[in-house]
């Protein structure tokens, strides 16, 4: 389904064949905000989910140099493709989980995120030069504190941060000044460290993705 008219505006819906949940689940894949990630790497995530009964939606938006306004708008776009009533999680990879988390401050129906090694602390992400400057390359001339969610916290959409030890794309560092930032602003959330490096998450046959099932449970049945 497409939202706009640039080749990146779609989201695919993955139909269950049966299902029994409540409202829906979007996928955002990662990548550093970089048009060379697509989301094909959200794709199996999403299918596992229809698999299990869950409506879900993979997101593709906009990326590259200067992209922040633009993901975000087309992030608030798909929210309007969801037609299923009742709550919205979203699950984000990487800058994925970046965007589920700004998404939250800006759309009500969004009460949950399930952020998977996601780059939730802008300032510290560019503090520390991730990915060769890839925070500065997203935001262009734009102020890094709209696009920061930690900056935009609390919300009232509860925040899953999970995140792996050996991650050595998105250091554990930025999760843990991320949860001591939730804690300190009052923002509903909890957070995990697990086993496995920065693409454990994207594989539906992972523990990883299992604890991810386990968090939908208690929103979506």
């Known amino acids: 389904m497409h939202y706009g008219q640039h080749q990146d505006q779609w989201v ?3 139909a269950p064949e049966h299902t029994t949940a409540n409202g829906a689940v979007l996928v955002i894949h990662g990548g550093y905000w970089r048009e060379k ?3 094909e790497l959200g794709a199996p995530l999403a299918q596992d989910l229809a698999a299990r009964g869950i409506p879900a939606y993979n997101l593709e938006y906009r990326r590259g140099p200067g992209s922040a306004a633009q ?6 776009l798909a929210v309007g493709l969801i037609s299923q009533e009742g709550p919205i999680t979203v699950i984000g990879h990487s800058a994925g ?3 589920g988390a700004l998404l939250a401050a800006h759309d009500p129906r969004i009460t949950q995120v399930i952020s998977q090694a996601g780059l939730l602390d802008l300032s510290l992400a560019q503090h520390l030069k991730l990915s060769n400057d890839a925070v500065d390359e997203l935001l ?5 504190p709209s696009y920061d969610p ?7 959409a509860r925040v899953i941060i999970f995140h792996g030890r050996e991650d050595a794309d998105v250091p554990v560092k ?3 000044s991320a949860a001591q930032k939730a804690a300190a602003l009052g923002q509903e959330h909890s957070f995990t460290l697990f086993d496995g490096d920065h693409f454990t998450w994207i594989d539906p046959h992972s523990s990883q993705w299992a604890a991810c099932i386990r968090a939908l449970s208690p929103v979506h049945y």
């Open 174 to 176: 930025i999760a843990r």
């Open 150 to 156: 930690v900056e935009l916290w609390p919300v009232p």
């Open 12 to 14: 695919d819906y993955y």
């Open 37 to 39: 990630y697509t989301a």
């Open 140 to 144: 262009g001339e734009e102020p890094r």
């Open 71 to 76: 993901m975000l708008a087309d992030a608030k």
């Open 97 to 99: 989980g970046h965007l």
